[in-house]
């Protein structure tokens, strides 16, 4: 009888040791794997793929030594298998959200419209992208805020990549008096524009005349800047284009209110009155 | 010590201690102190039209007086200041003041003048301590469309084609680029990107400063155009000296680059 229990305690034993022989073989390899992949990567792909390349490979050599494990161990493969799939319907169901972000996120990946380091813009956030990851994109905003945003809202929502293109166009929307000859105000843009050194000589600015607005000549006037000169050139040549308009006596009118009592009704009775006082104006 | 009368601005000068040497370079005025331990700078520009044609450099007594001057400590006692005349860092788009146009068969030699970047290098080790450029140029985008092409810097020249009627400037290279049109259409050179990031700065005695000549030929066959930078100054420059190679190492043999790309989108 004891021999027996030797002898199943062993094989217990030696079952058990080589179980653990193999989950310890899959610790040590999986990351040296996951490592090997990554250098090999590295010139290869963007800094993101290799990164996610590093986890499945990972996560899949950790898979393979764990089924061994317990198959080891005397667990049937096939019935795990088939439990694991009755599981992942439950869990499918309680992490929809994590499911779509994380398929979403494979999307954002194969689609590439922005990476690392790039400035996007969604909704009413505007950063810089710190990491995208398989359930959200982190952002940084210019206000030094951390944002993290799902894969699904990017997925489903318009994405504005702001640093995809070296240079950018900066549109001015302005509004002259009625007096003024349209002509003049043109010169007078475009030589702004002309001597301020961060507006592109090419792309050409742009000059549009939009319409008769309630109370001035609608006019967009648009320039061109590279990329990280964008700010500087919104900043200066709004103060450029005022002195401009000052020095050549070119009106940016308020809204006017013209009060017309009608052709029937009798004109408003205005009278004068001395208060005392004598104002300059 | 210093020669005001020499127009060689870029020979290295020697600033005592307690000095200031006064550089006037076309419409760059830059001022180089040198202190105990530290140098200081200053530098403004003028308008390139008031700008003497002539490069002046006064050394005097005393501190700078602006308080705008950066320091630059630098514990090499050494009195040794070197102005290296460099070309800028990234192509320059010239367009000629009129358009011109160059038939078929006929080539023609402009000459286009880029304003110097000036490398101020001080001490027995000529430490760098900064680039100024003389002339602050516009930017411009040179390419086929917004998306593809390149930052460049934006220059108007004369684009003279009679070498006695070049002006010699302080703070201008004069790179002469020889232009041949082979195909059938006429060629309109309404503006063209002159890659100074990879030519060099050579020096007369005389005070010109010139760069490696450029030819371009215009294949009949396609739009292909062969940039070709010759070894050295222009053989009419005379006795040069070199002041300072390219910023960028050129691609061996000649470039290849379309047409288009050089002067922009031919009609």
Redesign the interface.
Known sequence: MNDVTDVLANETFAMVARAALLFGLGLLLAPLASRMVARFAADRFSAHHVQLMRRLVFYGVMALFLASTLRELGFSLGVLVGAAGVLSVAIGFASQTSASNLISGLFLIGEKPFAVGDVIRVGTTTGEVLSIDSLSVKLRTFDNLFVRIPNETLIKSEVTTLTR???R?LDLTLGVAYKEDIDRVRDVLLEVADH????????PPLFIFLGFGDSSLDIQFSV???RE?FLPLRNSITAEIKTAFDAAGIEIPFPHRSLYAGEVTKPFPVTLVDSGERRGD | MSNPSNPCWWVPREVPPAHTLACRIGPLMLDVHHGRGEWQLACSRGAEEDASADASLQLREGGLGADGADRFMVADGDPTLTLIPLLADRPV?I?PRQPLFLPRGEEVTLYLSTPVTVCIRVGAAALRLREVASL???????GPS??E???CY?GRTHARIDRSELPRRAHRVVTPVRVRNEADTPLPLE?LSLPVQVLSVYGGADGGLWSEPVSLVRDEASDLAQLQVDEGAPDFAGPVTLLSGPREVRARGSLVRAFNVLF?NAP
């Not at chain 2, 602050?136 to 040179?142: G, H, K």
């Open positions: 293109y070296p240079i166009r301020n050194r961060l507006c592109l000589d090419e792309p061109w800047a590279a000169n | 788009v367009r602050i140029l516009s930017d411009t985008w040179f917004s998306r092409g390149e930052l934006s503006k922009g």
